[in-house]
């Protein structure tokens, strides 16, 4: 063996110019994409509909010489609520380790990267828990249940199912859907369809985008709800958090934050829905997020940071609370696809 070894010379330490943390792109959260943001002075409130029958018909009549015009009016519904719960999470820092802690890491920024990182996935799951589920919009359409063919399937044409529901909610509500929403797996399958595929095969690169795929269903967008979460260790390793290895947590469980709502018969959800761009007086829209700003000098999006001692401990606390109401509000102006694919 040579001598001196690689180790005698050279002490490894922490490279300065990189570290891994499995942190989620921020454009993978959609959630006030689709349930777009209402700022709001107070934790709860009222909100006012405005009944769409008076507004789906016409009392305008022909008026005759001297005649009074004729006359009617609408109804408005004031007892529609919100409550912007107020959400929490903190990360200690004490000072031990703040003086101990090596470059690359910086203990304070790692916090607040943290709990920022905790509070969007909390309420990315709060907007996959109220709008991708069971009973919330009017037209749910169960591919197994109702005997049409899945899209994975040969013959499928899931580009008639999606625009034929767009046309039933525009003939319901005089607004078609221009938002659609889709688990991964969904995506893979309408990017393996062969009336898809045939569909785009002359355009520029021939590839099945989200782009191609809005303009094949008719919609602005298309999101997919792509956000994961950890859900335990496999079988064959046992989780000790105060000595966690690369392989532990190389073979931690992860999944979607959304499977398929109805996933005892079959995979995947599609859903559509209307989503107005500039929420504002007398606009509807699918649904909303109710964001106190109100609360304590919080932001736009209802959520603050904070940094306080906790001389007790010998630490700063880095504290994230975000206050929101995730709010189906209008249930005739969303759909969902279960089951569409084996």
């Not at 304070?108 to 109220?130: C, G, P």
């Not at 399937?153 to 034929?164: C, K, L, M, R, Y």
């Not at 985008?209 to 008719?218: I, N």
């Not at 690369?246 to 995979?267: C, H, V």
Request: with cysteine; charged share 20%.
């Amino acid at each position: 063996m040579p001598q001196p070894t690689a180790g005698d010379v050279h002490v490894n330490t922490p490279l300065t110019n990189i570290s891994v943390a499995y942190m989620q792109n921020r454009n993978d959260f959609i959630a006030t994409r689709v349930a777009p943001n209402i700022p709001v002075q107070r934790q709860s409130d009222r909100y006012y509909v405005y009944d769409k029958r008076y507004w789906m018909k016409t009392e305008a009549e022909r008026r005759a010489p001297g005649a009074p015009s004729a006359g009617s009016g609408f109804q408005v519904i004031s007892t529609p609520t919100y409550f912007a719960d107020v959400f929490a999470v903190h990360k200690d820092v004490p000072d031990q380790i703040r003086a101990n802690t090596d470059r690359p890491l910086d203990a304070d920024r790692d916090a607040t990267t943290w709990v920022t990182s905790q509070m969007l996935l909390k309420r990315e799951k709060e907007f996959a828990n109220t709008f991708i589920k069971q009973g919330v919009w009017s037209t749910e359409v169960d591919l197994n249940a109702s005997g049409q063919t899945k899209w994975d399937a040969s013959g499928a044409n899931p580009i008639d199912n999606v625009q034929e529901q767009a046309v039933a909610m525009m003939r319901n509500t005089g607004m078609r859907p221009n938002v659609a929403i889709m688990t991964p797996d969904v995506e893979r399958v309408l990017a393996n369809n062969s009336l898809v595929l045939d569909r785009i095969k002359y355009t520029q690169r021939g590839i099945v985008t989200r782009d191609l795929l809005a303009s094949l269903f008719g919609v602005d967008n298309v999101y997919v709800l792509s956000a994961v979460e950890y859900t335990g260790e496999d079988s064959l390793t046992t989780y000790d958090p105060a000595n966690v290895s690369d392989t532990q947590a190389a073979n931690a469980n992860m999944s979607f934050i959304s499977e398929d709502p109805d996933s005892d018969t079959g995979t995947g959800f599609f859903a559509m829905m209307y989503v107005n761009p500039t929420p504002s007086l007398l606009t509807p829209s699918a649904g909303y997020t109710f964001s106190w700003n109100g609360y304590l000098g919080s932001g736009e999006e209802g959520g603050r940071v904070k940094r306080f001692r906790v001389e007790e401990n010998a630490a700063d606390r880095i504290e994230m609370e975000m206050a929101f109401d995730m709010k189906v509000v209008c249930s005739d102006l969303g759909m969902l696809f279960t089951n569409v694919h084996d």
